[in-house]
């Protein structure tokens, strides 16, 4: 597997296993958590830089999807390439070529070296191109990736304002009746 494909692979998984947790009991309780612990600035702050890391992946991937339609349509030129040079680098079609034209199949020798020079490095690029995710790939990634950072912020809704007070203060008296 390439690095492309692996970052890719890796980053799915990575939004699924996110996903699962969010969905988790142990998600839903990290605000009572935090309060108990008087730790909610610390879990909005968290759950803050989560977010802006979620939604930078998902604009991350959006930006790829040109790219990526482009290098499919270099990789399909490629291809067309490759199957040309498959032909020809056998040596077969050129050396017929050559005794239509009169010349001995060592004519075409030179041709059919620099055909097989070329067709190994088109190859790799064709792997390479080939392991790449597919815009449509990304599009379902980057809408995972953009739910989650929602989900996010509907858990930084249930986080209580460790600055809102929690109780009603009482009345001070002078030591008289109330009016």
């Known amino acids: 597997m ?3 494909a692996s970052v890719f692979t890796d980053l ?3 939004s699924t296993r996110l996903g699962t947790l969010l969905s988790s009991d142990a ?3 990290a605000p009572k958590i935090a309060s108990q612990l008087r730790a909610e600035k610390q879990l909005r702050a968290a759950i803050e830089s989560l977010i802006t890391i979620l939604e930078g992946l998902a604009q991350a991937t959006t930006n790829l999807k040109e790219p ?3 290098a499919a349509e270099v990789a399909a030129g490629c291809e067309a390439i490759a199957d040309s040079l498959d032909a020809f680098g056998d040596s077969k079609s050129l050396g017929q070529v050559a005794k239509l034209c009169g010349q ?3 004519v075409v020798q030179p041709i059919v070296d ?3 020079h070329i067709r190994g490095p088109l190859k790799a690029a064709l792997g390479i191109l080939g392991s790449l995710p597919t815009p449509n790939e990304l599009i379902g990634l980057d809408e995972h990736l953009t739910a989650l950072a929602d989900d996010l912020k509907a858990l930084k809704g249930e986080v209580k304002d ?3 007070s929690t109780s009603t203060p ?3 008296t002078t030591g008289g009746q109330l009016p």
């Open 2 to 4: 390439s690095d492309s």
């Open 12 to 14: 799915n998984h990575f």
């Open 27 to 29: 998600a839903r309780q």
């Open 68 to 70: 990526l339609e482009k």
């Open 104 to 106: 001995s199949d060592g």
């Open 114 to 116: 620099k055909i097989v």
């Open 162 to 164: 460790p600055k809102a």
């Open 170 to 172: 009482t009345l001070s």
